[in-house]
């Protein structure tokens, strides 16, 4: 576990925009994280109090199912961020989250991120404007995933095929 | 050229499983063959005495034999998967456009597929990785329902030894499964797509490749660098009966490779 700099910082995606002073200040806040695969960063029904920026490897997000192995319900990869639960008024874990591979990433409190946002509201418009497409964009993947496209068609849209 | 609209004999040679509904068939011709299929092209394929059903071909182009990629739906598609080594098919084609993935030469070759759409892909890759350096990067991004159901998994090991990079995503897995869960296009941020310099090859349930497109434009693609391969109610095959038609085009002739630049109006049109 390390500081961060403002370069590598401003190297990931979610970082892109930001204003020097913003990186600085969101770099601060950064310590480096390295996770071999296997490692499980929290479970389910845990309180959720950080946020990790993926450098490289992967992350499993997984709930448990009684009588059942583990569903994997989303993997995350380099470039995507992984804890928003603490957004909400009840900062808990919704899914577990595993390393399937090995992990790097820069590691957040949540704490010390609603500080920062609320001592800086432009920062805070920044960080919180990129977590929201974040959830968007997981939002719409979970819908479309719901359609179920890759099912075989009903019998009746296939007609004779 | 003309093509005869009399089926062509061919022989199933070898049969393969590839999910619990989905088999390649290996066809040699029993007499005359038809000319050569190009990638992304079809064949009608004729169960006698029940049916005739479009199917793209997913072996490598140029091959004396044909392999075609089918999954059982219906009454046609489900005689042919439980078709025997020997059976005799009939095969009228190839019809349509096809991949021109060689067109790509010295870019990027994209490669995104969703379920069965794999199958009219491969055809394509398997061109690409046997004349490589033509290319820069060539990349398969495969989406499937989950680990079972995903089509040509044993080959993947192999497309990656010829130089492919291969990212393979499904929609649900249990805790064995060591790889991506969700959707296709969340795998073109992680590959890194460079995309003045990328052409790309989609094909899927339309959904998936509407979004794939919206994806890759939102990336700063061009639209006239993404093909989609389209889907319709193929009878013909020589545009002529027009139940393939889609706006002014009539799949069967002028797909079912279309560029974007054509095809996004047209699939943005309800009731087409």
């Known amino acids: 576990m390390r500081g961060v700099s403002t370069r590598e910082l401003g190297q990931h995606a979610f970082a892109r925009g930001l204003t020097a002073g913003q990186l600085e200040a969101l ?5 480096s994280v390295e996770l071999p695969a296997g490692c499980r960063l929290f479970e389910e029904g845990g309180r959720a109090a950080r946020l990790w920026l993926l450098r490289s490897g992967r992350i499993a997000l997984d709930l448990r199912v009684p009588g059942r192995e583990r569903i994997i319900v989303e993997t995350l990869g380099p470039g995507d961020e992984l804890g928003l639960s603490w957004l909400t008024p009840v900062a808990q874990w919704q899914f577990g989250a595993i390393a399937q591979l090995p992990v790097s990433a820069f590691e957040f409190s949540s704490t010390a991120l609603v500080e920062l946002c609320e001592a800086d509201h432009e ?3 920044q960080l919180t404007r990129r977590l929201v497409v974040t959830a968007i964009a997981r939002l719409q993947a979970a819908r479309i ?5 890759y099912a075989a068609p009903a ?3 296939g007609g004779a095929l | 050229m003309t093509i005869s609209q009399v089926p062509a004999s061919y022989r199933v040679s070898s049969r393969r499983d590839e999910t619990h509904d989905t088999v390649t068939l290996t066809l040699e011709p029993a007499g005359d063959p038809i000319a050569a299929v190009r990638a992304g092209q079809f064949t009608m394929l004729y169960a006698f005495g029940i049916g005739e059903i479009p199917i793209s071909v997913s072996g490598r182009p140029g091959q004396h034999a044909l392999a075609q990629t089918i999954r059982a739906v219906g009454a046609v598609t489900t005689a042919l998967c439980a078709m025997p080594a020997g059976q005799i098919v009939g095969v009228r084609g190839p019809f349509g456009t096809c991949w021109d993935e060689a067109d790509a030469a010295g870019r990027d070759l994209l490669l ?9 892909l491969r055809s394509a890759l398997l061109a690409a990785l046997s004349d490589r350096q033509r290319y820069r990067r060539v990349i398969a991004l495969i989406g499937a329902r989950s680990p079972a159901e995903l089509v040509f998994g044993g080959e993947i090991d192999d497309w990656r030894a010829s130089g492919a990079e291969v990212m ?4 649900r897995a249990d805790a064995s499964w060591h790889g991506n869960v969700g959707v296709v296009t969340q795998l073109i941020r992680r590959a890194g797509v460079d995309p003045p310099n990328t052409t790309a090859l989609i094909c899927g349930p339309e959904v998936m490749m509407r979004l794939t497109a919206r994806s890759l434009v939102a990336t700063g693609m061009s639209a006239g660098n993404i093909r ?4 319709r109610n193929m009878q013909c095959g020589v545009a002529e009966c027009g139940h393939c038609q889609l706006g002014p085009l009539l799949l069967c002739r002028d797909g079912p490779v279309v560029s974007y630049q054509v095809a996004e109006p047209l699939l943005a049109t309800r009731e087409l």
Do not use: F, Q, W
Not at chain 1, 27 to 31: I, R
Not at chain 2, 112 to 120: D, E, F
């Open chain 2, 168 to 171: 393979v995503t499904v929609d």
């Open chain 1, 123 to 125: 920062l805070g418009y």
């Open chain 2, 228 to 231: 989609l391969s389209l889907e």
């Open chain 1, 27 to 31: 770099a601060a806040l950064a310590v």
């Open chain 2, 112 to 120: 995104v597929a969703g379920g069965i759409g794999l199958a009219p």
């Open chain 1, 145 to 149: 995933r719901i359609l179920d496209l």
């Open chain 1, 155 to 157: 019998p009746a849209a």
